[in-house]
């Protein structure tokens, strides 16, 4: 029985897929941030078009 947990106490495995689940947090929010500032560029950039076709 000691053995056991002590070869769970040295998996190195789940530790792998914890950092990768962290990098992937990291882009999500990274693509999130340039998304939503490249999204709010398009609407303002919209909004000029539509009021100088309006003129």
Do not use: H, P, W
């Amino acid at each position: 029985m000691f053995s056991i947990l002590q070869e769970l106490m040295n998996d190195q495995s789940g530790a792998t897929a914890i950092e990768y689940g962290l990098i992937v947090a990291l882009v999500s929010v990274a693509a999130i941030t340039g998304f939503s500032a490249l999204g709010n560029k398009i609407g303002e950039t919209m909004n000029m078009v539509a009021a100088n076709l309006s003129r």
